[in-house]
């Protein structure tokens, strides 16, 4: 069973920037896609990047060339890095399995990105 915990969240000034983790307790290797999610205060929880096992990236519109994604199969964890950060980008970070496994899902990590 596969347990994934977020971490790398904070407040930051907007143009600056952080870098989330996702460490997995069990190996996420034979997990094909990963992604990292996101939920704002009164929206809905959205997919803003994910990577294959083969390392093939995806991003919606409002992150790309911000945010990158990568992933260490041998630590088992998913990264994302966020740069030039904007107001809109706070939210609650998680990352799951693309598609996401309701078993999969963890605390996430609070981004707020305010000045």
């Known amino acids: 069973q596969v347990q994934l915990v977020e971490s790398g969240g904070g407040l930051v000034q907007p143009g600056g920037s952080l870098r989330l983790s996702c460490a997995a307790s069990?190996?996420?290797?034979?997990?094909?896609?990963m992604g990292w999610y996101r939920q704002a205060p009164g929206k809905q929880r959205e997919l803003v990047a994910s990577i294959t096992k083969g390392g093939i990236t995806n991003y919606v519109d409002p992150v790309k060339g911000r945010f990158t994604i990568s992933r260490d199969n041998a630590k088992s964890t998913v990264y994302l890095q966020m740069n030039s950060l904007k107001p809109e980008d706070t939210a609650v970070y998680y990352c799951?399995?693309?598609?996401?496994?309701?078993?999969?899902w963890g605390r996430g990590t609070q981004v707020t990105v305010s000045s």
């Open positions: 799951n399995s693309v598609p996401s496994r309701f078993a999969y």
């Open positions: 069990g190996s996420i290797f034979s997990i094909n896609a």
